[in-house]
């Protein structure tokens, strides 16, 4: 019999027997797939501390220990969740937009009740908790503009065992009072952060910096969100161009910019590390330059339909081989399952007259999302020497081919319960 595992198999070692679909990691860090692996009968072998040892068929596997069998479950990498916001976990399903009245009457309200530890901490609690049951695995966060309720993010974050990129939501302009934090007050904020969490728990959290967007920053916040991604090498994340009247707000707010993106760029928040989310009204000179600066889109279809802030035009970044991740954009967004994130992109896409596949689907919430985050090496997908961030997810035995099986993930996602969840190999859903 022979093996597929490279390297002698260390005391420890678990094998998860089951169907197995994933995308395969090309070589080159920009790509976001090279095609998709199918194995009826796999195992997949995962070390003591995480990582995946071999992932082939049962058959040509050789191992003599304990083997948990899910089948007809199927092994697929965890789900990258690129944009959501942990304080609008209870105003879900209320955002019948447009974008800048629902923040004025459903979000700023709720977010200034996070100077409120209870609160903060019980929602804390339902945000990891309801991500793990949607089999995401990692995520970038928005926190509110408190930091205490931020330090209570990464605490729920780390006790769910969950990757994650979370941030203090910066914010100093165009909100309520209790939701301002000046410049001065903000830097200590998010330095103190980032000496407590970035980094931690083996490389599992990160401190993204986190201004709002362009309306609700002064240019000295602006400045010193750049600065501090700058000097400690942090990834950036805010909102680009969601809606009409927003870009509109942010012209007449920023004269001295060319367009939306110029703002960012000219203020240094425009690299290789930054994350934006939508970018639907985007000039060809906007996306030319957000491809030549390196970075890269979370797209959020399920908001983007609810607010009626417009299409994300995905073969914009697709042609440039701009990373797209898809994001769930809760609360603006209905749920946290990125299988719904999956078949609203679908709807976006085909608005537009682009026909995306269940394959390609399937990518962007995997491995497109770990790539747009940097963790292309790391995750998203189950790819020897990568650590395990995987789900077994239930599966309708008489669905038995690979497109079979991508339809049900990214169409028909009732019949296909999330039925564990691991992140680097340890079971974080469900849990006793
Ligand atoms: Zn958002």
Redesign the pocket.
């Known amino acids: 019999m022979t093996t597929s595992a490279p390297s002698p198999i260390p005391l420890g070692t678990r094998a998860y027997r089951g169907r197995l679909l994933s995308p395969l990691t090309p070589e080159g860090s920009r790509n976001q797939g090279a095609g998709l692996r199918f194995i009826e009968d796999a195992l997949l072998l995962v070390t003591p501390d995480g990582r995946i040892l071999s992932a082939g068929p049962a058959a040509t596997t050789t191992f003599r220990g304990p083997v948990l069998d899910l089948r007809p479950a199927v092994l697929i990498p965890g789900f990258v969740d690129a944009?959501l916001?942990y304080p609008q976990t209870r105003i879900t399903g209320s955002a019948s937009g447009p974008l800048l009245d629902w923040l004025e009457r459903s979000v700023f309200p709720e977010e200034a009740r996070f100077d409120d530890p209870a609160h903060a901490a019980a929602v804390a609690s339902d945000f990891t908790r309801r991500m793990l049951m949607a089999g995401t695995t990692t995520c970038a966060a928005?926190s509110s503009a408190h930091a205490a309720a931020t330090d209570t993010l990464f605490e729920a974050l780390d006790r769910a065992g969950l990757r994650a990129f979370a941030g203090l939501t910066l914010m100093d302009q165009g909100c309520p009072e209790p939701l301002r934090l000046d410049h001065r007050e903000a830097l200590p904020a998010m330095r103190d952060l980032i000496q407590k969490w970035h980094g931690k728990g083996e490389g599992r959290l990160q401190f993204i910096v986190t201004p709002r967007f362009a309306l609700s920053c002064s240019r000295p916040l602006l400045e010193a969100a750049a600065q501090v991604a700058a000097d400690h090498q942090l990834f950036v994340q805010t909102?680009l161009a969601e809606s009409p009247a927003e870009a509109e707000a942010v012209l007449r707010a920023c004269p001295w910019a060319i367009d939306y993106l110029d703002v960012y760029d000219r203020l240094g928040l425009l690299g290789p590390r930054s994350l934006f989310?939508h970018a639907i009204h985007l000039s060809p000179r906007a996306w030319d330059r957000l491809a030549e600066a390196g970075a890269r889109v979370a797209h959020?279809p399920d908001?983007n339909f609810f607010l009626d802030s417009g299409r994300m035009p995905i073969d914009e970044p697709r042609r440039r081989h701009v990373p797209i991740a898809l994001g769930s954009?809760v609360g603006?967004g209905r749920s946290f399952d990125m299988r719904r994130a999956m078949s609203h992109a679908f709807d976006s896409a085909l608005c537009l007259g682009t026909r995306l596949t269940p394959a390609e689907l399937f990518t962007l919430a995997t491995l497109g999302g770990a790539t747009a985050l940097d963790l292309q090496g790391r995750v998203g997908s189950l790819d020897p020497g990568k650590e395990a961030d995987f789900l077994v997810v239930r599966c309708p035995d008489h669905i038995t081919t690979e497109e079979g099986i991508l339809a049900q993930l990214a169409f028909a996602s009732d019949e296909s319960t999330i039925q564990r969840v691991y992140v680097r190999g340890a079971q974080v859903h469900p849990v006793d």
Do not use: Q
């Open positions: 944009h916001h928005y909102h989310a959020c908001s954009d603006a």
